[in-house]
């Protein structure tokens, strides 16, 4: 191996990779998806051909409508008709919404009372990352909503796999101790590698797939822009933030991000306090919207 093809630390060998697919069922993306990320990337898409294959899909027109007339979109009285909330959402969004109803029917077969908060959980820290990210210079709030949507999507992979990981994941949250660091004790592979790999395999944007894969790394904010360019440390910020806040907001613990990544989160953006407040009026807004 020359000099130029030395790994890093955090780089990941073909071993690893190679060990991930032998331990992990990763899912095989849908036709759908294909099809609609083929449409979506032509110079001019057909809209209606989309909305109506959406439109076939219960699921996929329930997640379209919510999406549509969240706050990062909503801009008037509140949509009913699928293709309406498509030319309100845009082709990068359609794409997201769609992507996002795949993977959870995907994952239709865990039988489990944690995986429907899971899912809960990740589309309100998604709904908070896309919110936080209207109020920053340079960053896409779609993009932000997608990363935040899948970072933690190995969770439920890891769950279908090992029958036993629910039952560790809340034992290290009993003892207070970061999932991540559990998964390294426990399980040949963890969360963000398996992500990481699954959402490249899906087609994603590469940006998705790096800042998943570093997400939980200590020293994320201090990596060179050749292991992680800066629109991933963006991301991955954005959702700090949204974790925490979501954490305060619900009275939880926050054991996942904690003090330090969010002060870095918060330094990354150059986030004063009185902005903070906002994002936190905001949060629990959208929070209290979705209830309802």
Known sequence: MSENQIQTPHELSNEDIEQVF?????????????????????????????AASIASDVGLSAITLKMANSPIFRSGAPITNIRTALERLGMRNIVCVVVAGALRSSMGQISSPYIEKFWDSSSIIALASGLIARRQYGVSPDAAYTYALFHDIGIPLLMRRFPEYEQVLLESRKAGRMLIDVETGYFPCTHPVIGSLMVKSWGLPAVVSQAIRFHHEPDVYDLPDRILPGG?????????????????????DDLEV?????????AHFGISEEELEQMREDINLAIHEGKH
């Not at 991301?235 to 974790?243: G, S, Y």
């Not at 904690?258 to 918060?266: K, V």
């Open 22 to 50: 032998k331990t992990i069922d990763i899912p095989t993306c849908p036709a759908i998806v294909v099809e609609v990320m083929a449409e979506a990337q032509k110079d001019m898409p057909r809209i209606n051909k989309l």
């Open 258 to 266: 904690g003090e330090t990544l969010f002060s870095r989160a918060i």
């Open 232 to 252: 991933a440390v963006s991301l991955i910020a954005l959702t700090h933030i949204a974790e925490h806040l979501a954490s305060e907001i619900y009275g939880e």
